[in-house]
Structures are given as C-alpha cells and as structure tokens.
C-alpha cells in the first residue's frame, strides 16, 4: 500500500488486489483478523486496488488477485473479468466466490419474486406506485448468483465462511515465497 | 449534455455511485447516492426452519454479523416464548454486542477514517479533511503515526477476541439460539480479555481525544460540511432513557430535541416506521409516519445516539458524552463531521461495559436457554454499530419462516447521506457543472462519515465504486467522472 511513485521505485516488491464482488465483506475482514502481521506483510508487498486502500482501478500488472463473493451482476463479472486480465494468479477466497455462498440460495426461485418480496409486499413498505428499482444506473442482475470459476479460470481456492485468517496468511505467503500453500487441518473450513 | 459521475467510493464499503441533479439556474437541486447491488434475502430466507435463520442471515454483513445474528435471535426468542433470557444468555449476548461494536468502530475509525482527519488537515490534501489518496489507510496512519496504528490494530483484534470468546468465531459464529446461547464464557477466556481490557480503555480513551481535538480544530469548517437539521432515531433503555445498544424502547426526536417517539416497544415499530422506494437505487428510505416521506426522515447511528439518550450509563464515556454536548449547548448535534466524535465516545463506552462485564460470574452460569409459550410472529432490534437494526419474521407451525422484512442501518441514514452530498455539492459545485478532485474527496468523506455499511444495506457486500454524475434539468449528463487510482476518465 504505497503510492503508485514508490511502486515503480521497486518494482520487484509482489503486488496484491482484493476485491469483494457478491460477498458480505467477512472474507476481507479475515483479512483483516492476521491483525499485526498485516504491519509485516505491508513490508514485502504492495498492495494494488483494494477496498482496504483507496485504489480504485488497475495501475499496473498484479502478482496475486483475491475475489471475494460470487458474481450476482452484470458489474461484477466485469470487474472479475479485469482481475483475470491484470492478475498472474487468481484465488477464490471463500464460499461465496467458490460456489456462489449464501447469495446463491436465491437460484432456485425467480428474480422477480425476490425483488416484489422487498419493495412491493414487504410490511411497512410505502409504495404507491408499486415501483420497482429499475434505474438505468443499476447494473443488470445475473438470473441466477455465479462462482467466479464459472466465469474466469481461477488458480486457489480457499474453502470457510470465511476462511479463518491463518489459513489466508498460509496461502499469502506460500504463493509469494512460490511454494505450495499448506493449510493445517484445523484451517480447512467448510462451514 | 452534461453529467458528473463519481466510481469508487473504496473504504465505504458496497457499491455505490453518485449523481447530482442541477435545476434550470444550474443550482443543485438534488443528490443522490446509488445503491446498485441486491441479494434477496428477505425471499431466499422463506421457507428456512426459523433456528437457521440467525447463523444464515449473519451473511449479510461481515464487518457487522453480530448485529444481525443477534436482530434475529432476539426474534426467535420471541418465537420459542424464551425472550425472557437467563441472565447468562442475555450477558454472553451482551458481551458478544459490545465487542462488535468495539471491532467495528475501531475499524471505522482507525482503518477508514483516521486517515481523513489525521493527514487530511495538514494543509497537503486536495480538499480540507480528505487525505492524500497515497495515505488513506491504516497502513500509512502506522507509518507516520505508529503508535495509532499499532493500536488500531489492536483495538479492533481485541473486539474480535471478545466476539470469538462468545461466539466461536470472530467472522460468522453461531453463539446465540432462539432462547438463549450455545455456550458460557470459560474463565480462560474470560482471563485472556480481562488482560487487556485497562488497556483497550487508556487507548480508547486516546481515540476520542483525537476526534475530539480534529472537530475542536476545525469547528468552523465542520459546522456546515455536510452539515443539516435531521430528526434522530434510536432505542434507548426504557426505564430511565440511558444509551443502550442491546435491547430497550424506540425514541425519536427532531433537530431542536422535541420528542418525537418515546418509549415505543420494539415489537410495535410499524407504528411509527415506514419505508418508500424510490426507482433510482435499491435502498429504501424509511420514515417516521407522523411527519410523512417529506419530513419524516431521520439519522441513526452514534450521532443519533448521542443525541436521543439522556446519558451513557458508563463513567468515562459519560464524562466524554458531556464534553461533547457542551459544544452545541445540550442541543442535538446536527453536524455529519460529529460522527467521528460521537463514534469514539461509544468506542469507550463499549470498552467499559466489555471490561465490567467480565468481572461478572453470571458469565460463567450453566443455565443457558428458556422457552415457552410459541409465537407466530416476532420482531428483534437491536443497535448495529452503525445504528438501529430491524429484523422482523412470521413463522409457521411447520417452523419455516414465511415473511422476513429487515431494515438495516445504513439504511436509516439513505436520506441523511443523500442530505450530506447535496450540501457538499452545493458548497463545491457554484454553478459550474465541472467535478474537480475537491467535490471527489467532499462526497467521500461526507459519506464515510456516516460509515455506510452498504453490503448491508443491500443485503450484500461489497466494494464501493464512486461515480459521480452532474445532470441537468433537462436529464441530460453536465459532467462525469469515475474516480480512480491515476486517470480520471471523463
Ligand atoms: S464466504 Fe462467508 S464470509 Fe466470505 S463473503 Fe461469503 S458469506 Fe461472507
Ligand atoms: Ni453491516
């Protein structure tokens, strides 16, 4: 997490981009939970656009791309599609990425009947017009909530809702020191 | 044609974009923050045996999952007739609440904010209380600050040990079941938080003279940054109307600290609370029914709290809460900027109520689930880190769940941010349709302040693009911009 300038300044510092597409934000709070080792981590790497820091968009080529959450939207499969492209390795990190998670329990009925469920019978609901949101701003919801495997190839996968933070700390520094990750078996979640 | 746009808004987490209306003099004339992501949980959840429902709906949100595996326990309490919790379900409840709230105000403050208010003000950044984009985050706070950083870290890990003691896990546990809790705090636990607990109190006693001192330094800028008149909103405790976060009554009041709701049983909030839809975003904008979809909106969240408790029923974050008060006169505090402020009075409120809690051996109590009489119906409130959270369900005999209506936080404050960002705009766009890297940084800290979390306003989470577009009377797009790392596209 450096500027773009100190970047360039060393350019054999690996770089690392998160994203969260249709996640709930527990997996970067995973993240988060490596708590000071993150001050150590900060040290040998940069890191690129994440919702953490405030980088927005790609400025240049990323060792390592972390999807949270599957893709629900038109929008999300966009930004996936970028990782794919500015990323060397891509990991799944998480249910939600790798099978669609919780989200995913709305494939099996209408997207229609999901959205009159919020704004149109929802108790308390003042709607007149009986409008539903339809904004040309919104971007198109997915008939059904995709795994990110099914739109880009993806090289991990790290399994939990979320994945305990040891576990992503394992695979974060097996891929920079270019070995292969061993999660103990205590850090395989399936939940 | 013209259009302003901004894309991403990062550390306010969920989607979000922006676009600003002009009237036919060119004067702003209304805002409006997109909410652009839907989930659909209030349908996918019909069907579910009631007991699922606190572990699924938790997936909301993970920067504040407690809030709404609570919300929904509280819910099925009611349902199994247990809401009469054993002292050492409601305590480990408790506990569990306040370490979140810790967490997620630590997070806020020192992972988003602190960033704003410590490198925004130093006389390098674009627009006042907006950071260099290269220091905006906790990284470059320890950098510079290491001291800060180093305990931001730490406060926010200390909340998550308190939600891991009392839950299982930090992101995602399963401690409360309709009726009370799945398990007692071990007195391992109990000695491990007891540790640090003086400590998280000196630090967080540090947090809020930061934000004391940033929005003391800065009175004059911060008292029309964003600035309105709001009506606020929350629980408060019933008997005597203290701040209080797990379980109380609803009371509202309006900018001057009339009373507008008093004492109103969480189970009865459709009397007072309905939502409208509005085309443009998929949050909706609730409101208080006396005063109508015009009027009716109002704030949640620590400002509100602040401003609706009579006072904080902890002495350190009692004296803080008084300070606090003396600047606006013992008037309700109409300043988005206050938030911080009144954010980090909770912080150390929070603190102490974790540090009393744990010299209490009723955590340590064998006696963990009631029931009773069923119910068919049930509502469970309670107050997220970001303010009141509704959940609501009817379940069936064959104990599915057949409605589900959530009101989340941030949604509360859908029109308060939406206040926030025509101010800015106002005060920034004089007439010229041109988005400079000042309006940029305004709405983003205009928003951040009031710590959307916009995956739960969605039912979803997820990063923030900010797009900002300017349009005309005419509907045609004045300006537009995607903020991003380096380009800023047109
Ligand atoms: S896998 Fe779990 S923690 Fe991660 S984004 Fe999905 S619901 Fe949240
Ligand atoms: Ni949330």
Not at chain 1, 51 to 66: A, E, H, L, Q, S
Not at chain 1, 94 to 105: E, F, L, R, S, V
Request: with cysteine; net charge negative; glycine share 8%.
């Amino acid at each position: 997490m450096t500027s773009s300038q100190e970047a360039t300044n060393h350019p054999e510092k690996p770089r690392i981009a998160t994203v969260s597409l249709a996640g709930c934000f527990g997996c970067h709070m995973s993240i988060l939970d490596i708590d000071e080792r993150i001050l150590a981590l900060a040290e040998i790497v940069d890191f690129a656009r994440s919702p953490i820091n405030d980088y927005k968009t790609f400025d240049g080529r990323c060792t390592v791309g972390i999807i949270e959450g599957g893709c629900c939207n038109e929008e999300n499969v966009h930004v996936l599609e970028d990782f794919r492209k500015n990323c060397d390795v891509l990991v799944s990190l998480g249910d939600c990425a790798i099978n669609g998670g919780i989200p995913a329990m709305r494939n099996n009925i209408p997207l229609r009947e999901c959205l009159e469920e919020a704004y149109l019978k929802s108790p308390g609901v003042y709607n007149p017009s009986g409008t539903i949101p339809n904004d040309e701003e919104l971007p198109l919801l997915l008939n059904r909530v995709y795994p990110c495997n099914e739109v880009v190839k993806i090289d991990h996968f790290i399994p939990g809702c979320p994945p305990p933070a040891d576990a992503i700390f394992e695979v974060l520094s097996a891929l920079l020191a270019g070995r292969t990750p061993a999660i103990a078996y205590g850090d395989l979640k399936y939940d | 044609m013209k259009k302003i746009t901004i894309d991403p808004l990062t550390r306010v987490e969920g989607h979000g974009k922006v676009t600003i209306h002009l009237d036919d003099a060119g004067d702003v004339k209304e805002a409006r923050l997109h909410i652009i992501e839907f989930r659909g949980f209030e349908r996918f959840i019909l069907g579910r045996p009631f007991w699922e429902v606190p572990v699924i709906v938790q997936r909301l949100c993970g920067i504040c999952p407690v809030s709404h595996h609570l919300a929904a326990a509280k819910a099925m309490d009611r349902i199994v007739g247990g809401e009469q919790l054993t002292p050492t379900a409601e305590k480990m409840r408790r506990l569990m609440h306040y370490g979140q709230i810790f967490q997620s105000h630590a997070l806020h403050f020192f992972h988003l904010s602190s960033p704003d208010l410590l490198f925004g003000t130093d006389g390098s950044a674009a627009s006042a209380f907006a950071a260099p984009r290269e220091q905006r985050h906790v990284l470059a706070v320890a950098k510079s600050f290491p001291e800060l950083g180093r305990q931001g870290i730490l406060m926010r890990k200390f909340g998550q040990e308190v939600i891991q003691a009392t839950a299982g896990k930090k992101i995602h546990g399963t401690g409360a079941i309709p009726g009370g809790v799945n398990r007692n705090l071990s007195v391992e636990a109990r000695d491990h938080l007891r540790k640090d607990a003086d400590q998280m109190i000196r630090w967080s006693k540090k947090a809020v003279a930061v934000a004391r001192d940033f929005t003391m330094d800065h009175l004059l800028e911060i008292a029309t940054f964003g600035a309105f008149d709001s009506n606020h909103l929350s629980l408060v405790r019933p008997r005597d109307g203290a701040l209080e976060l797990y379980d109380g009554v609803l009371r509202a009041i309006d900018k001057d600290g009339k009373t507008l709701v008093d004492g109103l049983e969480d189970q009865r909030y459709l009397e007072a609370l309905s939502e409208e839809v509005r085309p443009w975003t998929y949050m909706k904008f609730p409101f208080l029914k006396t005063l109508g979809p015009q009027h009716g909106w109002y704030r949640v969240g620590p400002l509100a709290r602040l401003n609706t408790c009579r006072f904080v029923p902890s002495p350190e974050a009692e004296a803080a809460r008084i300070e606090f008060q003396a600047v606006t006169h013992q008037k309700p505090n109409n300043v988005t900027m206050a938030y911080h402020w009144a954010r980090m009075i909770e912080l150390l409120h929070a603190g102490e109520v974790i540090r009393d809690l744990l010299d209490d051996a009723d955590l340590q109590g064998e006696d963990l689930v009631t029931q009773g009489p069923r119910r068919e119906e049930a509502v469970g409130i309670i107050e997220a880190p970001r303010g009141t959270l509704i959940h609501h369900y009817r379940v069936d005999r064959n104990d599915q769940v057949t409605m589900c209506n959530l009101i989340v936080s941030t949604t509360h404050n859908n029109e308060p941010m939406n206040q926030a960002i025509m101010r800015v705009a106002q005060d920034t766009l004089a007439k010229k349709p041109e988005i400079t890297e000042g309006l940029l940084n305004g709405i983003e800290v205009a928003v951040r302040a009031y710590d959307p979390c916009l995956s739960c306003a969605t039912h979803a989470m997820g990063k923030m693009p900010l797009q900002v577009q300017v349009v005309d009377a005419h509907g045609a797009v004045a300006a537009e911009r995607i903020r991003s790392h380096e380009l800023d596209a047109p």
